[in-house]
């Protein structure tokens, strides 16, 4: 499975950016999908993750209520919306992708088998 993020870029706090990940496949290695970012000197944290195989999405405390995770109808495609974004959003924000594990729950934490190569977020304040 490859992954192509895109639409990363540089805003201002209060503005909004769209973030895209397009999977070369649909299969039940993509059932979980999710977007991770990295910011330098922090840990890589797991911003947002969608189950499609349940139906479901988890945001990081950080993000609720800013950003939301979606596909497109071949799920095939995940996106990010990101709005009101601060400037502790700055990252390279990271689209991944695994098969569920037990009772077809995704991976905890980073345990993704799929990775993008990231696109960076920086949002000036």
Known sequence: VELVESGGGS???GGSLRLSCEASTYSPDTYCMAWF????GKKRERVALIN???GTT????SVKGRFTISQD????TMYLQMNNLKPDDTAIYYCAAASPVVLR???LGDDFTYWGKGTQVTVSS
């Open 11 to 13: 805003v201002q706090a």
């Open 37 to 40: 970012r990295h910011a330098e």
């Open 52 to 54: 499609s195989g349940l």
């Open 58 to 61: 988890e945001y990081a405390d």
């Open 73 to 76: 109808n071949r799920k095939s």
């Open 105 to 107: 729950r995704c991976p």
